[in-house]
């Protein structure tokens, strides 16, 4: 399977919400769903002087893979509407931070690794670095 991250980019990151018709990559994220996810990651991967951490439905380190491998990476990190304040973002570093400071404050808490925990949020920062801090 060959992706072309360029229009998968150009198709999530718009600049007001619209309905976009038909997304072939979405549909084959559907069809194939192994496939497509190990495509993914290879191509993510080509873009890294290592490759990530995650291994698609085995194991996951989202914090490595998103944040660690874009610390120096100028681009948003996480990009979200706001009804009122349209579209708002965050960068790699920023994200890094606040997931830093979640993660010490659970720890704090008692919560320890491989807990489980119960995460309630609406889309937004908040939810992102929750399961990032997790």
Known sequence: MNLNLAIIENELCRERLEVTGE??????????????????????DA???????????????FFHDIVVRNQRNSWPAFRWYDPVLGWQQIAYSELGTLVNRKAGAWTRLGIQPGQKLCIIYAVGVEYAVSLLAA
């Open 23 to 44: 997304l072939p990559w979405l549909e084959e994220s559907y069809r194939a769903p192994e496939a497509f996810w190990q495509a993914l990651k290879q191509t993510q």
């Open 47 to 61: 873009f890294f002087p290592w490759p990530g951490k995650s291994t698609p439905f085995e194991n996951y380190d």
